[in-house]
Nanobody
């Protein structure tokens, strides 16, 4: 059974950094993509990064490009989201999610098949 467990959220000041971790279990191959999706109160979910577990190719949307970086450690089956220069508008619950049948990052976060429980990130001004 596939499981994703996020950690690393918390309360930080504007301009500070956080690194989120997503531990993935239950995989039998690397033919998957893992993404980070956030949801702020009263807003729709927004994909903020994606990485291919097979070749490490990544996608970062313009909204966070230059501040957010996604990486992975296949040996640990863990995906990381490094968030720098955080802003109050980055406050949200951050979820990691996995797409089962595709290892690229071309699909929308709406195609993800498995989700973690989420971790809260709060950025104070």
């Amino acid at each position: 059974q596939v499981q994703l467990v996020e950690s690393g959220g918390g309360l930080v000041q504007s301009g500070e950094s956080l690194r989120l971790s997503c531990a993935v279990s239950g995989l039998t191959s690397d033919y998957h993509a893992v993404g980070w999706v956030r949801q702020a109160p009263g807003k729709e979910r927004e994909g903020v990064s994606c990485i291919s577990m097979s070749d490490g190719s990544t996608y970062i949307p313009d909204s966070v490009k230059g501040r957010f970086t996604i990486s992975k450690d296949n040996a640990k089956n863990t995906v990381y989201l490094q968030m720098n220069n955080l802003k109050p508008e980055d406050t949200a619950v951050y979820y990691c999610a996995l797409e089962w049948e595709d290892d690229s990052c071309y699909s929308s976060w709406k195609e993800y098949d498995y989700w973690g429980q989420g971790t809260q990130v709060t950025v104070a001004s």
